[in-house]
């Protein structure tokens, strides 16, 4: 695939990171293969080396991705929201708001669920 114009250095590294997050969300770390990555990215295999190394370098990328998201809009909601004399309140609200985070953030949020409970280069084993 040749180089698209126009593309820069920073673009092709976030289409490769959105793409990650949404093939590791559904196919897990073993499922999918760098040149899948590299075709749903719209890139080429060499640029996915290029900027991360190997599959596994992308897939690190992408967590710190998905930390940073939530660090971002989830952690912050909640501790600027709080209301710690109403516990229940809280929860509610906690809920609530993780269940909008799902709808907003779909591949993401099941890309951090799925990387929590599977070691990305040992089948069978979770990362824990």
Avoid at 66 to 83: F, I, K
Avoid at 93 to 117: K, N, P, Q
Wanted: a neutral charge.
């Amino acid at each position: 695939m040749p180089r698209r114009k126009g593309i820069s250095p920073e673009q092709t590294r976030t289409s490769l990171i959105e793409a990650g997050i949404a093939e590791f969300a559904h196919k897990g770390f073993a499922g999918v293969t760098t040149r899948e990555l590299a075709a749903r990215a719209g890139v080429t295999f060499g640029a996915l080396h290029h900027h991360f190394g190997t599959k596994l370098g992308l897939y690190e990328a992408c967590l710190k991705h998905g930390n940073a998201v939530l660090e971002r809009d989830v952690y912050s909601e909640l501790l600027t929201s709080a209301d710690f004399a109403d516990i229940n309140k809280q929860l509610r609200h906690a809920v609530t708001y993780g269940f909008d985070f799902v709808a907003e953030h779909g591949d993401l949020a099941w890309f951090i669920i799925r990387s929590s409970m599977e070691h990305p280069t040992q089948p069978g084993r979770a990362r824990f």
